[in-house]
């Protein structure tokens, strides 16, 4: 995989529920409400229903996967180590699930802190939290990529709630959606970034195509093995008509 592909300026590179960069504008304003900008990223999703695949791959180990998006719900099936995953979205919350093979499900809220398969991914990433902490304010105005955004700060309710203190949004103002997402330690310390460098189009819609995820530490602001999450297409063997 090419972790050099250059950016296409013309329709910025954003992140929604990790892989839909959504076309929905939020309503014009010199500096809108936080919340309702949050909200109009969640709302993209709704609209999807489509499997798609793709693989995580950090350092020589590399990680297929599917995601299958049935509007408020997202099915994750990843291999190597197998594993299935259920996220569910509404309008206060998100929920994620381990599914057995027997279909059961299990809260994996006790897991949000471990990665996912050994990546720089953790499943706290894939339940999108941030993206529903209620503490939330416009703190600055910036550029990503070529394209102007607001800077929302966003914090969880409690402490307890997550193994992020704050998180640090970048949602570009013309599309609504997110360019880059920076989440911080509780000693204040950068823990991981999340950067688009490249989308594409699928069944007319814009999608993901590669994400650079860094993990940083006290002893280093630079992550030598950053994980790369690319959407590689539609599913062949679970492609609609």
């Keep these: 995989m090419n972790k050099s592909r250059g950016v296409k300026a013309r329709f910025a590179p954003l992140l929604c529920a990790l892989f839909l960069l959504p076309p929905v504008a939020p309503a014009a304003s010199p500096r809108p409400d936080a919340l309702e900008v949050l909200r109009t990223v ?25 995601f299958t998006m049935e509007g408020a719900s997202i099915r994750y099936q990843f291999g190597n180590p197998p594993e299935t ?37 953790r499943y706290e990433d894939l339940a999108l939290s941030f993206l529903y902490w209620p503490n939330a304010k416009i703190v600055d105005e910036q550029t990503r990529l070529f394209r102007s955004c607001w800077v929302i ?56 195509k590669l994400m650079r995820i860094e993990s940083t530490s006290l002893d280093s602001k630079k992550d030598r093995t950053p994980t790369y999450l690319e959407v590689l297409g539609v599913d062949p063997d679970n492609s609609k008509p």
């Design 42 to 66: 969640r709302a993209a999703q709704a609209a999807q229903h489509q499997t798609l695949r793709g693989q995580l791959s950090c350092a020589d180990h590399i990680v297929p996967f599917t």
């Design 153 to 208: 700060q966003t914090q969880p309710a409690s402490p307890k709630d997550s193994s992020y203190s704050k998180a640090e949004l970048w949602i570009e103002k013309e599309s609504g959606a997110l360019l880059q997402a920076e989440a911080y330690a509780h000693d204040g310390s950068l823990a991981k970034r999340f950067k688009v460098t490249e989308g594409q189009k699928i069944n007319g819609t814009w999608f993901l």
């Design 85 to 121: 995953l259920l996220l569910r979205l509404d309008e206060t919350r998100s929920q994620l699930d381990s599914v057995s093979d027997k279909g059961k499900r299990k809260s994996a809220v006790a897991r949000f802190d471990q990665p996912v398969a050994d990546t720089d991914l």
